[in-house]
């Protein structure tokens, strides 16, 4: 295994052994998910929206699918500035000219090219024998070399290969060219211990795996994919491979806010940087949600609208005193603007006391604060969500009825 200190990146340059990568696929496997797709304007606004949030690379899409998905590639290379632009080809000839053709503009581009390897995809979808699609993994990797010197290759279904063979691949793309190497947990199968694994077989076993940057791509299938994502960054992983709430294909990928804030809240843990300016999170998560009309679940890690919201009286009343008694990291280091107290049947006389501050109310003496708070419950029993306009209405009403 390697010692040295830097890693030389065709588009990167030496790259410190501790700088994660953060390659994000919103726009190709995130847009594969069925109802995320998006035309060539709402690619196009994702893209610079993803620039400014700092990620190294954008898969922009895989532009043999279709033509609007050439295009939208082939925008984004000529017009977004920043991240690396990468399109995904199979191993076929065609696949490669298309992609290469697409991200041809960008000013840093890249190909990333895969072919699954694992013995139930070579038997049943691609119907190729080993030693075919080892000769596969050759050929791509060396035409898509002629191209741009930065070039990737996955090995589809890597995490139920066979170890022996994943070595031989692994070892046939470096020799052809390819500076990225992916393991894809494609089907979302793995535990962390798998894949903490697997990366440091290949990066024990394969002769010059220490030229090269290891990827991970991890999804969703048992909720486990951003556990993996740090399992194999811990292995000796540099990229790491994710999506915007992290939507793709059937339960999705990494997401990339968790990814980034729990490397940046357990420093400890993951001692690891990466360029993503975090305060611009929430906006990119909001825009995708506008863009594709699908919000994410309100108890979603950092980007849902409970993410920093607190109801039970107990944590309001800790948060009120200090928000660390409850919340591991700021709301505001993620885009939102503060902490929330919902006012509900949980909620207890301090945050209700804040809330009539917040409204306006100043401070409320302790007879008319006890009886609105009374009634604030019964209100909190009947109703879910009680909003700041019915706690002003019946805060009005008691005044106006008994303290007045
Ligand atoms: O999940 C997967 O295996 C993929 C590859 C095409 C990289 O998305
Ligand atoms: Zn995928």
């Given amino acids: 295994m390697t010692t040295s200190t830097t890693i030389n990146h065709p588009n990167f340059g030496a790259i410190d052994r501790d700088r994660v990568i953060i390659f994000d696929t919103?726009?190709?496997?995130?847009?594969?998910?069925?109802?995320?797709?998006?035309?060539?304007?709402?690619?196009?606004?994702?893209?610079?929206?993803?620039?400014?949030?700092?990620?190294?690379?954008?898969?922009?899409?895989?532009?043999?699918?279709?033509?609007?998905?050439?295009?939208?590639?082939?925008?984004?290379?000529?017009?977004?500035?920043?991240?690396?632009?990468?399109?995904?080809?199979?191993?076929?000839?065609?696949?490669?000219?298309?992609?290469?053709?697409?991200?041809?503009?960008?000013?840093?581009?890249?190909?990333?090219?895969?072919?699954?390897?694992?013995?139930?995809?070579?038997?049943?979808?691609?119907?190729?024998?080993?030693?075919?699609?080892?000769?596969?993994?050759?050929?791509?990797?060396?035409?898509?070399?002629?191209?741009?010197?930065?070039?990737?290759?996955?090995?589809?279904?890597?995490?139920?290969?066979?170890?022996?063979?994943?070595?031989?691949?692994?070892e046939a793309a470096i020799k052809a060219g390819a500076t990225t190497i992916n393991i894809p947990d494609t089907v979302g199968y793995a535990v962390p211990e798998d894949i903490e694994r697997i990366f440091t077989m290949l990066r024990e076993r394969v002769p010059g795996a220490d030229g090269v940057i290891f990827s991970t791509h991890c999804h969703n299938d048992l909720g486990l994919a951003v556990a993996n994502t740090l399992a194999a960054v811990r292995a000796g992983v540099r990229q790491i491979e994710c999506t915007i709430n992290g939507i793709g294909e059937r339960a999705g990928n990494a997401a990339l806010e968790e990814v980034v804030m729990a490397i940046r809240t357990r420093p400890d843990a993951a001692p690891y940087r990466n360029g993503i300016e975090t305060t611009r999170i929430l906006r990119t998560s909001k825009l995708l949600s506008t863009i594709t009309g699908f919000d994410v679940q309100p108890n979603k890690a950092i980007v849902g609208r409970n993410a920093f919201a607190h109801e039970s009286g107990i944590h309001q009343d800790g948060v009120l005193k200090n928000a660390a008694t409850y919340e591991i990291m700021t709301p505001e280091s993620v885009g939102w603007q503060k902490t929330s107290l919902v006012m509900g049947k949980h909620s207890g006389r301090a945050a209700f006391r804040d809330k009539l501050r917040a409204l306006g109310y100043g401070d409320v003496g302790d007879n008319a604060l006890n009886d609105a708070f009374r009634r604030f419950k019964d209100l909190a029993d009947r109703k879910k969500l009680v909003y700041d306009e019915d706690i002003a209405a019946l805060f009005d009403e008691t005044v106006v009825r008994d303290h007045l």
């Fill in 26 to 170: 919103t726009l190709r496997d995130g847009e594969q998910s069925p109802g995320f797709s998006m035309n060539l304007d709402e690619k196009l606004r994702m893209a610079e929206a993803l620039a400014e949030l700092g990620v190294d690379v954008i898969e922009a899409g895989f532009p043999i699918a279709s033509q609007g998905d050439f295009e939208s590639v082939r925008h984004i290379a000529e017009t977004v500035k920043g991240p690396v632009i990468a399109g995904l080809a199979r191993s076929g000839r065609e696949d490669i000219l298309r992609a290469a053709e697409a991200v041809k503009p960008a000013e840093r581009k890249r190909i990333h090219t895969f072919i699954s390897t694992s013995p139930l995809h070579m038997k049943y979808k691609l119907r190729m024998e080993p030693e075919a699609v080892l000769e596969a993994v050759t050929r791509s990797v060396a035409l898509a070399r002629d191209f741009t010197d930065d070039v990737e290759w996955s090995a589809e279904d890597g995490s139920r290969t066979d170890a022996d063979f994943l070595c031989r691949c692994v």
